[in-house]
């Protein structure tokens, strides 16, 4: 059973894959990085699925990584971190390597792993409410494990004006970055994603996954060395007197010293 995640699949064979934990911001716990793992090689085995919308409860798309799991992290010993980078770069790389198209609903902010979920999408349409941005820095860590995707997605000159600022921005922005496919109004945002999902269920789907995996391949080569390489850097990133620092100063609702 899963708790964190929900799952509803339509008569055309349209899945819609909302995440569930809205009293905690979406975050991204060790749970829901573990049903979000399993539902994608659910869907991806289904040959009734054609398409698969990503899309979350709530007030906020996701706002990233759960603080209370982060700070697991800042005590737990090398194995246990290595386990818990494993997890998060293993629930990116199986949704970013599903055969069936996956469309991102994002109805409200992304920040962090949000924004990580977004770029592992093949196409995202927001809501021109929402905000988006790499927060990590804020809190002593980095865009380590959603790295490879993000930067596949927008390109070195693009990331870098958001990649270390831990700065907000509107989903113009977001698009204009290349992490947002397009902007539309709250109202029509359902709409949207119904023009997105439609033609796919024309098309036949073999050659949906096989164009998919043919895109892919000409795209920057994300493989287990690149995953293990951010892997590395988020376990160097939790061992750092900084991020020690950052989380303890968010749950002592203080600046940390460097703010």
């Known amino acids: 059973m899963m708790d964190h995640v929900k799952l509803a699949v339509d008569a055309r064979g349209v899945a819609t894959v909302s995440l569930a934990r809205s009293e905690k911001r979406n975050a991204l716990s060790a749970q829901m990085m ?16 054609r398409v698969v919308v990503l899309a979350a409860e709530g007030g906020v798309f996701c706002a990233g990584g759960d603080l209370g799991w982060m ?3 800042m005590e737990a010993d090398d194995a246990a971190r290595t386990v818990e980078a494993r997890r998060i770069a293993g629930m990116l790389q199986a949704l970013n390597s599903m055969t069936k198209p996956l469309i991102g609903r994002v109805h409200a902010d992304a920040f962090g792993g949000g924004v990580g979920m977004c770029c592992v999408c093949d196409v995202v349409v927001a809501s021109e ?42 989903a113009h922005e977001a698009k204009d970055l290349g992490i947002v496919s397009r902007v539309v109004a709250n109202a029509d945002l359902d709409a949207a994603i119904a023009r997105e999902v439609d033609p ?3 098309c036949a789907p073999g050659a949906v996954a096989a164009a998919k995996a043919y895109a892919r391949s000409y795209g920057p080569k994300i493989d287990a060395a690149t995953m293990e390489r951010s892997i590395a850097a988020l376990l160097a990133q939790w061992a750092s007197d900084e991020a020690q620092e950052g989380i303890a100063a968010f749950f002592e609702k203080r600046k940390p010293r460097w703010a």
């Not at 573990?34 to 699925?49: C, K, N, S």
């Not at 988006?132 to 804020?138: I, N, V």
């Open 129 to 170: 409410a929402a905000m988006f941005g790499l927060t990590e820095t804020k809190l002593g860590l980095i865009p380590a494990t959603i790295g490879p995707y993000v930067m596949a997605r927008m390109g070195e000159g693009r990331a870098r004006q958001v990649f270390m600022s831990s700065r907000r921005f509107d």
């Open 200 to 202: 796919y269920l024309a």
């Open 34 to 49: 573990d049903e979000l793992t399993q539902m994608a090689a659910q869907l991806d085995a289904d040959d009734a699925v």
């Open 71 to 73: 700070r697991a992290q």
